[in-house]
Nanobody
Framework: QVQLIESGGGLVQAGGSLRLSCAAS????????MGWFRQAPGKEREFVAA????????YYADSVKGRATISRDDAKKTVYLQMYSLKPEDTAVYYC???????????????????WGQGTQVTVSS
């Protein structure tokens, strides 16, 4: 059974930083491209960042470009999202996503995601 378990969310002041983690189990992690999406109240789920299975390519939403870094540790089967200069509009539930052998840009299409985590809340106060 595949599980993606996010952690690291919480309350942070605007301008602060946060690192989200997503621990995967039940899949061959090194063959999965990984991504992060988020969903704010009353809004649709949107793409945030992705990294290919090889770690060789990344892709970011314009809204977080320059303020976020995605990384992965295959030995720990974990993907991370480091976010900087957080803004109140970054407030959302953040979801980890997995899709086998996808391109980084391909990960941006949520309809093609194979597995989702349960989400972790990030709240940025002004």
């Amino acid at each position: 059974q595949v599980q993606l378990i996010e952690s690291g969310g919480g309350l942070v002041q605007a301008g602060g930083s946060l690192r989200l983690s997503c621990a995967a189990s039940g899949l061959t992690f090194r063959t999965y491209s990984m991504g992060w999406f988020r969903q704010a109240p009353g809004k649709e789920r949107e793409f945030v960042a992705a990294m290919t299975w090889s770690g060789g390519s990344t892709y970011y939403a314009d809204s977080v470009k320059g303020r976020a870094t995605i990384s992965r540790d295959d030995a720990k089967k974990t993907v991370y999202l480091q976010m900087y200069s957080l803004k109140p509009e970054d407030t959302a539930v953040y979801y980890c996503a997995a899709r086998p052998l996808a391109t980084a840009q391909g990960m941006a299409d949520l309809t093609n995601v194979h597995y989702w985590g349960q989400g972790t809340q990030v709240t940025v106060s002004s």
